[in-house]
């Protein structure tokens, strides 16, 4: 401390120095600059700091940690080391320890929005949700003009389920800067996720009036068109995906299926993407919205053709996606085997520990791989990818054991096979007889059925077991 007193002027005046260097971009000299006076007054907390802050912007986060941390150990009063700290540590996916450093700073600081703001990120990083939206309420109420805390602060509300809540922070951020394209697009999703699509088409349509190339907002558009049956229009949002380069599988499919042409093959690109979108509210959307029951039918049809208390060695179950075929045909299987495209989709089935083995991949590729035979293979809702079955069927057929069951669903036309608007294929009774026959498969079980709920009536289809030849 001695050396500090004595040599006070010389290191405010290189303190000065160093500060204007640091602020014009000239790191390497300023870091000279504070390293001299650390080396005569190794105490210096605000040059600590201001070094700490050097050495982050040049990419050296380990040695900036250690002096922020020197830093407000120096002088554990500044809130701006705390904050500092915190902010390191969040970068450096340090989360808890980057609540607690925020903390300290609001402790010093209740009045500093950003303190808070930097708690509430923070807290959110680290799944602390009400945590994280009590800190938000607290920034906006200290800086009521500041767009990214209403923005940050209407996330967090809607991933707590307060979706009332999230619409009004959204609606303030939006006052605030009405140009921000980010803003109305994530309007546009959470709209999008009740079913108000009418509002969801509202907001995605400022989107891209603020943004014409903001890409994803035209991916939720075209959806929306499809789903009102304004292809035209739909049509135009997935062209102007391809011109943008995003998203390009799916916009050529639908294309496709908007103008009625014929996909014998799905990209699996575009499959796997879709699923791994819809993952998080797969169940939720497809059993408690839309009443799919296929699976626990498709369950029941197999079960009636085996003898009371008999279980299947090996049950394979393609495109398996949550598992919901999983968790119905598990009383049935010494063995049960689960494959999907998407890795989102297998990660949840993995969560309910009804698989003795999951796997990532293309169904009709992994059945072609595979050398151990099957008794049984479900398909629920998969059919509708494929278009063209006949390799399906035939990479099935090889690794059925002879009579082994193979039950799937299908959406039905009245011939061969068709690419809907939707995106998804209809299959024929006919023409899945037929194709089952070539590949030496027959028709056990052929039941008519409502798979589900699309708009306000039963989309009708078909549920089939079929077994291999002996």
Excluded at 112 to 119: E, F
Excluded at 227 to 246: P, Q, T
Excluded at 347 to 364: F, M, N, P, S, T
Aim: proline share 3%.
């Amino acid at each position: 401390m001695a050396d500090c007193a004595k040599h006070f002027a010389v290191i405010e005046e290189t303190l000065g120095e160093a500060l204007a260097l640091h602020q014009s971009g000239q790191l390497a000299a300023a870091e000279k600059r504070y390293r001299e006076i650390l080396a005569v007054c190794g105490d210096q907390a605000e040059v600590l700091y201001y070094l700490g802050l050097l050495c982050q912007a040049d990419g050296r986060l380990d040695e900036a940690l250690r002096h922020l941390e020197a830093a407000r150990q120096r002088d554990p009063q500044q809130a701006d080391a705390h904050l500092a700290v915190g902010a390191l540590h969040q970068r450096l996916g340090a989360y808890v320890e980057a609540v607690d450093a925020c903390r300290e700073a609001v402790n010093l600081a209740p009045e500093h929005g950003p303190a808070w703001y930097n708690l509430g990120a923070a807290s959110f990083a680290a799944g602390q949700l009400h945590e994280a939206i009590a800190a938000y309420e607290r920034a906006v109420a200290c800086t009521p003009d500041d767009v990214d805390s209403f923005y940050n602060l209407a996330i967090a509300y809607d991933r707590a389920g307060q979706p009332d809540d999230a619409i009004r922070a959204y609606d303030r951020a939006m006052e605030l800067a009405p140009t921000d394209p980010d803003i109305p697009y994530n309007l546009a999703l959470l709209y999008k996720r009740a079913h108000s699509f009418a509002l969801a088409q509202r907001y995605l349509e400022q989107t891209i009036a603020i943004a014409a190339d903001y890409a994803p907002a035209y991916t939720h558009l075209a959806a929306i068109y499809g789903r009102l049956e304004r292809s035209d229009e739909a049509i135009r949002c997935y062209e102007r995906l391809l011109e943008l380069g995003h998203d390009e599988e799916a916009a050529r499919h639908m294309l496709a299926a908007l103008r009625g042409e014929r996909l014998e093959v799905v990209a699996a690109g575009y499959v796997r993407k879709l699923f791994d979108g819809y993952a998080g509210s797969f169940e939720q959307e497809l059993v408690a919205k839309l009443g799919y029951t296929a699976p626990r039918r498709l369950r029941q049809l197999v079960g009636s053709l085996l003898p009371v208390g008999n279980r299947l060695d090996r049950v394979l179950d393609l495109g398996c996606g949550t598992g919901l075929a999983g968790e119905v045909f598990r009383d049935l299987a010494t063995t049960l085997i689960g494959v999907d495209l998407s890795p989102r989709m297998v990660a949840l089935a993995e969560q309910k520990r009804i698989y003795d083995a999951l796997k990532v991949g293309e169904i009709v590729e992994f059945c072609c791989q595979q050398t151990e035979r099957c008794d049984c293979i479900v398909a629920a809702d998969v059919l509708v990818y494929l278009g063209e079955i006949a390799p399906f069927f035939a990479a099935v057929a090889k690794i059925l054991v002879p009579g082994g069951l193979f039950a799937f669903s299908t959406e039905r036309c009245e011939e061969g096979f068709v690419l809907r608007p939707t995106g998804r294929h209809a299959h024929a009774t006919d023409y899945v007889a037929e194709v089952a026959a070539a590949c030496g498969l027959r028709v056990v079980l052929q039941e008519e059925t409502r798979l589900r709920r699309e708009k306000e009536a039963w989309l009708i289809g078909d549920l089939f077991v079929l077994a291999a030849g002996v």
